[in-house]
Nanobody
Framework: QVQLVESGGGLVQAGGSLRLSCTAS?????????MGWSRQAPGKEREFVAA???????YYADSVKGRFTISRDNAKNTVYLQMNSLNPEDTAVYTC????????????WGQGTQVTVSS
């Protein structure tokens, strides 16, 4: 059974940092052409945050560029999202996703982890 399990969320003050992890089971992350993070704040639509392709190319939303870094460790079967200089607008449920073909259709979702940034 394929699963994506996120961890690392929590409460942090503005200006602080968190590192989210997304650990896969049932399938190696190297088999996914693209893995990513999205977020959804209360009352808002889900929005793209960051993605990383199998070859290592990374992509970021403008709102997080320069503050967030996505990376992958194939040996640990884990994708990370390092979040620095957090602000209250980053408060959301962050969800990991995996795309087998890399064509933009998500095949698997994690359950999400809450990130709350206090002012």
């Amino acid at each position: 059974q394929v699963q994506l399990v996120e961890s690392g969320g929590g409460l942090v003050q503005a200006g602080g940092s968190l590192r989210l992890s997304c650990t896969a089971s049932g399938r190696t992350i190297s088999s996914y052409r693209r893995m990513g993070w999205s977020r959804q704040a209360p009352g808002k639509e889900r929005e793209f945050v960051a993605a990383i392709r199998a070859g290592g190319s990374t992509y970021y939303a403008d709102s997080v560029k320069g503050r967030f870094t996505i990376s992958r460790d194939n040996a640990k079967n884990t994708v990370y999202l390092q979040m620095n200089s957090l602000n209250p607008e980053d408060t959301a449920v962050y969800t990991c996703s995996a795309d087998i073909t890399g064509l933009g259709r998500v095949d698997y979702w994690g359950q999400g982890t809450q990130v709350t940034v206090s002012s």
